[in-house]
């Protein structure tokens, strides 16, 4: 069942970042700023939070144990978001996962890829996902958090 909470059960939305992603703030702060990942998970949470809804995170470097994640949540969650990393434009293995799991997804990423490298450019999840968010950095999650609770709060959502 994917559809809104029912009874006292709160939305449950999934914060999924993929490789290298637990490094935020450690390097790179022209590209991707000093923020950490547990700042953004704080501010998920808390974007969430406001709105009644409850937030599981989870990081990997592993594509499997990130398709794993989704599998074994499908039934729990209501909504994804999710910044995959470099596997955004990688992996069909992913992308079938987002697909098969048939919850509305919101696509999140600090920078903005369009602006970089060419491989950048494609996201092979974007076409399963409900939208993207990019180049909008750490305020770029609350955004993808209202934009999805907007998304479920709809008539007829899934
Ligand atoms: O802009 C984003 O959020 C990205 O998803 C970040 C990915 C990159 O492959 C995507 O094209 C865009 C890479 C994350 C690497 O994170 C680092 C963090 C600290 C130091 C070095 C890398």
Redesign the pocket.
Known sequence: MTGPATGSRPLTLLLVH???????????PE??GTTTLLDIEADVAAAAGARGAAVLSFQSNHEGAIIDFLHEHRRLANGVVI???????TSVALRDAIEAVNLPVVE??????HA??G??HVSLIAPVCLGQV??LGRPGYTAAVNLLLDHLAAPGAS
């Open positions: 993929g490789p290298n992603l637990n490094l935020l703030g450690e390097r790179k590209v991707y910044n995959a990393g470099a596997l955004t434009h999140v990423h600090i920078s903005n890829t970089r490298e491989f950048r990019t180049g």
